[in-house]
């Protein structure tokens, strides 16, 4: 059986962890899987987006415990594997939004983390729950956590185990929004459709100049990178027929005075 589920819908590729029986747990081959998704997912030129959820119960309660004791007994390549999937998810091309319908506990919270966006369902629960097992964070959690929330409420999360529901999650920027969890995936899917409006390579290099910029690339840095790209961009089939549209409109109120 699949660990992973892939729908699409329109332009957005819906990945659904298919593990309920251990709470969709974060293992190596759903890793695996999810990599592999993703690589046919950008490969694919009508998608714009990517929603990645859990079966119900959970979102995703955590890391395999098998590889965490591999890992007390010497052998870290489980834990780098995994951390590798984080980052695959991170350096998606396209826009990712976790649909958070449940607990995202540790590496499951980094999975969602790792996704561009969050939007929480009333039954969400972020929980970073390392501290409480005697385990130092991983996979990124510290740097991912802070630049979403801040250094206080990272330090109130992480140090001080203090877990967020949905509505709370929203409240600390955790969360882009937090809604009935009837509706969390429809909602998400349908913020998703939205980047379906902008052409392929716009939304790609769009969303690479935010992580530039948010991994630490200076003003004078990023007003040169945007100079580039929407140089690019004025060049581009699209800008093109908006100024033809414009030039047309303002000769015809010209001719109306």
């Known amino acids: 059986m699949s660990l992973l589920t892939h729908d699409v819908v329109d332009a ?3 990945l659904r962890i298919n593990d309920p029986r251990r709470r969709n747990i974060i293992s190596l081959p759903l890793v695996t899987e999810l990599e592999e998704a993703l690589d046919r997912i950008e490969a694919d030129p009508r998608m714009r987006a990517v929603v990645v959820t859990g079966e119900p119960p959970a979102f995703c309660a955590g890391a395999d ?9 010497g052998d870290g390549a489980g834990l780098q594997r995994i951390y590798q999937g984080f980052l695959r998810v991170a350096n998606c091309s396209l826009p990712t939004i976790a649909a958070v319908n449940g607990p995202a506990v540790g590496a499951g919270m980094n999975l969602a983390l790792a996704c561009d966006i969050r939007m929480a369902g009333e039954s969400a629960v972020f929980d970073t729950r ?14 991912m956590l802070q630049r979403a929330v801040g250094y206080q409420s990272a ?32 909602q998400s899917v349908a913020l998703a459709q939205r980047a379906g409006k902008v052409p392929l390579e716009l939304l790609r290099r769009t969303k690479e100049s935010l992580r530039a910029s948010s991994a630490g690339q200076g003003h004078a840095e990023s007003v040169e990178h945007e100079y580039q790209q929407q140089l690019w961009s004025v060049q581009q089939e699209e800008f093109q027929n908006f100024l033809t549209k414009m030039k047309q409109r303002i ?5 109306k005075t």
Do not use: Y
């Not at 000769?251 to 001719?255: A, M, Y």
């Open 251 to 255: 000769s015809g109120q010209g001719k």
């Open 155 to 186: 330090c109130a999360i992480l140090l001080c185990s203090e877990s967020l529901d949905g509505r709370a999650a929203a409240e600390r920027n955790l969360a882009w929004q937090c809604v009935h969890d009837e509706d969390l995936l429809e």
């Open 12 to 14: 957005v590729a819906v």
């Open 65 to 73: 415990l098998a590889d965490l004791e591999a890992a007390s007994n």
């Open 130 to 143: 390392f501290m409480n097992l005697g385990l130092h964070p991983g996979g990124g959690h510290t740097w």
